[in-house]
């Protein structure tokens, strides 16, 4: 069962925060290009592999319960583990209250044709879009290499 739950933990943290990272860090590209469509669909995929990495969360835990050589593998008073946790909630946060609705403001912005208040031009309405899903991208892709490297080295534990 050990093998298996590591299996399945592996496989979900490549193919559901893979893709979360990839979308949060690359839709400033779709916002700087005015492509609604990209920027819509960065968002989509931000929301889906959001949801989606539950499931490694869910794999971790049922992990920690597992022995080996007679000794469980982790605990709640591991710092690896709880500072994993509160950084993953922390990514997901930032995703679906920053970087998604910046997402879906800047796509209904290009989509309406609407400019800004000052009467510039498409560019400038969501170019402050643009500043904050790059900046909390990266903080999101920072985010998860931090727990990568908790994973690895396990301290506290």
Known sequence: MLKLLLLLHLLTAIFAIGPLVHAVTTASRGLRQA???AIG???R???IYSMASVLVV????GLMSQKRRGKELGSFGDTWIWLSLLLWVIAVVVTFVVVVPALERAADTIRSGAEDAA?????TAVKSQT???AASGGVVGIIFAVIVVLMVYRPGS
């Open 35 to 37: 492509d609604a469509l």
């Open 41 to 43: 669909s960065s968002a």
């Open 45 to 47: 995929m931000a929301k």
């Open 58 to 61: 869910i794999f971790g835990l």
């Open 119 to 123: 009467g510039g031009d498409l560019q």
């Open 131 to 133: 500043a904050l899903v």
